[in-house]
């Protein structure tokens, strides 16, 4: 499914900040892969270079999704071939309908891929259900996009929004950042209700307490732009007991 | 004196080319008062501190220049869906045959054409009334100039709630046309009226609108003053307002290589509001001024302006916009903000906010800001497979948005959205 080879990327106004150092990564189809590591490993950089945030230069390395080239797309582009990355922040954006912005996006991926755009009862009648799921109730739906949401309601809308464009690729950037336990439940039951043998996940966290809930096939500690060690679901428990710098020290 | 003369000089070759239309005895009264204002004013040149940011010399000049017609394509008229009384005006002069009969429950309408025959004695309280209050402490003496000489326009009382709006459709005829409009409204207690304006008055327009706002009435006016990239115009709105009365006014501009509005509003009854609101989006040659000077006479009013602008390829924004609290006006609640939103690098906005506050229990707040999209929101967008084109048009609703909940009427509100989302269509790179 993704294929990462070597991936260098350093800050476009600033070459001398390099960010991820050579970094390899292969997810399969159907598996959920965890990224660990500690503040300024490079976690989100990856999650920004794979979905084509401007602000970054790759110098060296691939990155493919099903075979083809995702840094040579546009975002747009690389959403339509099947990637989704959840925001650790979502975005407000003021007077732009919640709805509007979902069957908008909905509508421009089918556009790119040949398919025929939803009409505006097909996509009501399948939004109510993805958000009945998500308990986001009508309200949330027709307020501007994010704008008034608690941290929860804003997570609940980035899976909600995963759920109606049926990605292929999902990346989580710590999307259990600012949540509550109870709220963490309930963004873990919806990523766990799209898990199928088609799609992966690509799940970045600082802690291991989402992974309880997201039970991740591979885990990968990532440290200075690399994965420094990966392993089943234990690791991230041995993180969680021991910390980080045990095992940079270990590569070190 | 150089300057002065200089001014008078200018003024007296503009006043050369005007006649004093017919009139009965009231309205030639008016109108020589008005005459008197504009020689005593003069007409302002480019050192009037009002004008700093905006050449009138176009709109002062003797000649208009003059104005290519302009086709706007496969694009309805505005308010066109809308269910109203609708009267046309072809160069400023009122089409009979192309209007709807001006019979609404609750509304007299009466042209000012016949108005001095027909001694309509409400009219008396409002033509040329509001406008002289509203020279001081800023003269506006093309808002004189049009009470002196505005041979045409529409006067309305209104008594009751108006079932429908009133439409003004101005036609942009011919390249060398020159008008002015002058019309009155008055709403009576309790009353409550919609008026509609569209399109531009004529190569060169001069606009005035006076609005008399009596107690616990509600006045809503809403203005697509067309495409037509180079008609110039000058508007002025001076409204009275009663008390427990309401006054909403929002403006789209569409291009248009010169277009001033003023707004001069006045809360003299309590616990009234008074809404002004703007929405202008230029590519090119666009220069678009605001001008809002709003006075809180009364206590326990609220005003609101809020102007955004969209400004592309060289196209230029002005805003000028006050708030006056007198010391009567205690508890007052004043909010302004003007923004714009820079497409590329090469166009400017210049604002001018201003406070002058006599009260000690008010709150005001003011801002002003200019940017360009935020890449964040739009790369979130991107991120959801909206194309780039798509996601620059969806963020620059998104931050007109503001200014278009000030129309209160959704079906209107969505004529004004359908036209900004054409534009966009029409200007995206």
């Known amino acids: 499914m993704l294929e990462i080879k070597n991936l260098h990327a350093e800050l476009e106004e600033d070459s001398e900040v390099k960010i991820l150092r050579g970094l390899d990564l292969s997810i399969k189809a159907g598996t959920v892969h965890a990224i660990m590591g500690p503040n300024g490993s490079g976690k989100s950089t990856l999650s920004y270079v794979l979905s084509g945030r401007g602000g970054y230069k790759v110098t060296a390395g691939s990155a493919t999704l099903d075979g083809v080239d995702l840094l040579a797309m546009e975002p747009e582009e690389r959403a339509a071939a099947g990637l989704f990355l959840a925001f650790q922040y979502p975005v407000e954006i003021p007077g732009v309908g919640n709805m509007t912005f979902l069957r908008t996006a909905v509508n421009a991926q089918r556009k790119a891929r040949g398919q025929a755009e939803m009409s505006a009862a097909e996509f009501l009648k399948a939004v109510r259900v993805k958000a009945k799921e998500l308990q986001i109730d009508a309200e949330m739906l027709k307020r501007p996009v994010n704008v008034g949401f608690s941290g929860g309601e804003k997570k609940r809308n980035e899976i909600l929004q995963m759920a109606m464009l049926e990605p292929k690729m999902c990346i989580l950037d710590e999307t259990d950042s600012g949540l509550d336990v109870d709220a963490m439940k309930l963004v873990a039951d919806g990523v766990n209700a799209l898990r199928d043998a088609g799609r992966s996940f690509l799940v970045i966290t600082h802690y291991q307490r989402l992974l309880d809930h997201i039970v991740p096939d591979v885990v990968h500690i990532m440290s200075n732009g690399r994965m420094i060690r990966t392993g089943g679901a234990e690791l991230a428990l041995e993180v969680e007991r021991n910390g980080y710098a045990d095992l940079k020290a270990e590569v070190a | ?429």
């Open chain 2, 1 to 429: 004196m150089a300057v002065a003369s200089a001014r008078q000089t200018d003024t007296a070759a503009r006043l050369a080319t005007l006649a004093a239309p017919d009139a009965g005895t009231w309205l030639r009264g008016a109108r020589a008062q008005a005459l008197e204002r504009v020689k005593t004013l003069g007409l302002p040149g480019r050192r009037d501190e009002y004008w700093k940011f905006t050449d009138p010399r176009d709109l002062a000049a003797p000649i208009a220049p003059r104005a290519a017609l302009f086709d706007p394509g496969d694009e309805a008229p505005a308010f066109d869906a809308i269910d109203r009384v609708n009267l046309v005006f072809r160069d400023g002069v009122f089409d009979a045959g192309a209007s709807d009969d001006p019979a609404l429950a609750g509304v007299e309408i009466e042209m000012l054409s016949r108005a001095g025959q027909a001694d309509i004695h409400w009219a008396r309280d409002v033509f040329g009334v509001l406008e002289s209050q509203g020279q001081a402490p800023v003269p506006r003496p093309f808002a004189a100039l049009n009470s002196a000489f505005a041979a045409e326009g529409v006067l309305i009382r209104v008594t009751g709630r108006a079932a429908k709006p009133v439409a003004l459709e101005y036609i942009h005829s011919s390249e060398a046309s020159d008008a002015m409009l002058h019309h009155c409204v008055k709403l009576e207690s309790g009353a409550e009226l919609t008026l509609l304006e569209s399109g531009p008055l004529a190569a060169r327009g001069n606009i005035v609108l006076e609005v008399d706002v009596a107690d616990g009435a509600r006045f809503h006016h809403i203005r697509a003053q067309g495409r037509d990239p180079e008609c110039r115009v000058a508007t002025h709105v001076f409204a009275r307002i009663g008390a427990q009365a309401l006054f909403k006014s929002f403006t789209l501009s569409a291009n248009g290589a010169l277009t001033r509005n003023e707004v001069v509003v006045d809360l003299q009854g309590a616990d009234a509001s008074a809404h002004v609101a703007g929405a202008a989006v230029g590519d090119g040659a666009f220069h678009h001024d605001d001008t809002v000077f709003i006075t809180h006479t009364a206590p326990r009013c609220e005003s609101r302006q809020v102007f955004k602008k969209v400004l592309k390829n060289g196209a230029r924004g002005v805003f000028q916009g006050k708030i006056l609290v007198r010391q009567g006006a205690q508890k007052t609640d004043g909010y302004q903000i003007s923004q714009a939103l820079m497409l590329d690098d090469d166009s400017q906005f210049l604002a001018k906010p201003e406070l002058e506050i006599y009260a000690d229990d008010v709150q005001c707040s003011h801002g002003s800001t200019t940017g360009a999209i935020d890449e964040t929101a739009l790369f979130y967008l991107r991120s959801r497979g909206v194309p780039l084109r798509q996601a620059q048009a969806l963020m620059v609703l998104s931050f007109l948005a503001q200014a278009l909940e000030e129309i209160a009427d959704p079906v209107i509100a969505a004529d004004i959205q359908a036209r900004l989302e054409g534009w966009l269509d029409r200007h995206s790179t």
